[in-house]
C-alpha cells in the first residue's frame, strides 16, 4: 500500500500543503520526511520547499505533472552502487539531469524500548534495500534480519507504529528525533566513507552554454547494435575524441538479452567540439542514444 506510517501523516501533510502554494520552488523526494533524500534536498537547496513523496516513482511524477519544480533522486552510492530501477525511471520519465549532489550517508539503529526501557534483542530491522546493503556485516554479525521498507525514515515512522520493542530501523539519526525512537547505536554503515550521488530532475533541460565548460557533465544512455565489437566501437568514439568518460553501466531492457544498454557519464557538454564529435560518430554504432542533461559537476572525479 503506497501510504505512509500515520506518525508520519502529519508532517507530510503540511510540508505537501507548503508545496502546493509555491509548486516552482518545491523539489520533490522519494521517502518520509527525514529520508536521506530530504535531507540532500535541503543541503542542496535550502530555500526549496520539500515534497515527501512514497517512493522515486512518485517524486519523478510529481515534476511531470507539475507538483515540483525538480526532482532530488538517489543514483548510485560508494559501498552498495547503483540504486534499483534509476536507470529505467530517469529515461522515462522523460526529465533532464540539471545538477548532481554528493552526501555522506550514515545510517543509525533505531527503536522503541522494551519493558525496563532496555532495547534488543533485535529480530529485524527495517530500512531501504540501500540503506540495509549498506549496513549488511552490521546487520550479519547481530543476527538481525534484514526487512525492507520503501525509504529508511518510512521504515522508522512503521517501527514506531507498531510499538514492538524487537523490531528496529536502519535510518538517518534525524528520523529518530521526528517519530520518538530511541538511537542504539550510530553509525552503523559498513564503510565510514558510505556516500551518495544524488541528481536533480527537472523539465528543462539546462543550456550546456551556460555551464562553466572545464566543469560540465553530460548523462546519456545508449543501445550499442548487437553486432561484434559494438561496445568497443562506441567506447572510441570518446577515446578518439579526447573525451573523458567517467561512469559506465550496462544493464538490460527488455527479457531478449540482445538489447544491452548503457548508462554513461562524460566530462563536458554539447558545444564542445570534441564532445559534439563524439556523440555524431556514437549515432553510427548505436541504434538509439539519449541525452539526459547536462550539469555542473559537484565533485571532481579522480
Ligand atoms: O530511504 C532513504 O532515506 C533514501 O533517501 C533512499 C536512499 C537510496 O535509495 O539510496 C538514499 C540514500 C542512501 O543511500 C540510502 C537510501
Redesign the pocket.
Known amino acids: 500500500m503506497r501510504k505512509f506510517p500515520q506518525p508520519a501523516l502529519a508532517m507530510v501533510d503540511s510540508m505537501r500543503a507548503a508545496a502546493a502554494l509555491e509548486p516552482e520552488r518545491a523539489i520533490s523526494?522519494?521517502?518520509?520526511p527525514?529520508?536521506?533524500?530530504?535531507?540532500?534536498t535541503m543541503q542542496f537547496a535550502p530555500e526549496a520547499l520539500p515534497l515527501p513523496c512514497y517512493n522515486?516513482e512518485d517524486a519523478l511524477d510529481a515534476v511531470k505533472t507539475g507538483f515540483a519544480g525538480a526532482a532530488m533522486i538517489?543514483i548510485?552510492?560508494s559501498q552498495?552502487g547503483r540504486?534499483?530501477d534509476i536507470h529505467f525511471l530517469l529515461p522515462e520519465s522523460g526529465l533532464a539531469i540539471v545538477a548532481e549532489h554528493f552526501?555522506a550517508?550514515t545510517?543509525a539503529l533505531m527503536a522503541l524500548p522494551g519493558a525496563g526501557g532496555t532495547f534488543g534483542p533485535f529480530d529485524a530491522a527495517y530500512?531501504?534495500?540501500?540503506?540495509l546493503g549498506?549496513s549488511r556485516e552490521y546487520l550479519l554479525a547481530r543476527g538481525i534480519v534484514p526487512m525492507a521498507?520503501?525509504?529508511?525514515?518510512?521504515?522508522a515512522a512503521y517501527v514506531a507504529a507498531r510499538g514492538e520493542p524487537n523490531i528496529a530501523a536502519l535510518?538517518?539519526p534525524m528520523?529518530a528525533e521526528l517519530y520518538g525512537l530511541t538511537i542504539v547505536e550510530n553509525a552503523v554503515e559498513d564503510a565510514h566513507d558510505?556516500t551518495?550521488r544524488?541528481v536533480l530532475l527537472a523539465q528543462e533541460p539546462r543550456d550546456p552554454a551556460a555551464i562553466d565548460p572545464a566543469q560540465a557533465m553530460t548523462t546519456f544512455v545508449f543501445e550499442v547494435k548487437n553486432q561484434p565489437a559494438a561496445l568497443y566501437k562506441a567506447l572510441g568514439c570518446f577515446a578518439t575524441n579526447g573525451v573523458n568518460m567517467t561512469k559506465l553501466e550496462s544493464y538490460q531492457k527488455g527479457a531478449s538479452f540482445a538489447a544491452t544498454m548503457f548508462y554513461a557519464d562524460i566530462e563536458g557538454a554539447p558545444g564542445n567540439p570534441a564532445v559534439d564529435r563524439a556523440f555524431e560518430e556514437l549515432e553510427f554504432h548505436c541504434n538509439t542514444v539519449r541525452l539526459l542533461g547536462s550539469y555542473q559537476r559537484a565533485r571532481k572525479r579522480g
Open positions: 523526494f522519494g521517502g518520509a527525514g529520508s536521506n533524500s530530504h535531507q540532500s522515486f538517489p548510485e552510492n552498495h540504486v534499483a552526501m550517508i545510517h530500512s531501504h534495500p540501500q540503506a549498506q521498507h520503501a525509504d529508511t525514515a518510512g521504515a535510518a538517518p528520523a558510505n551518495t544524488f
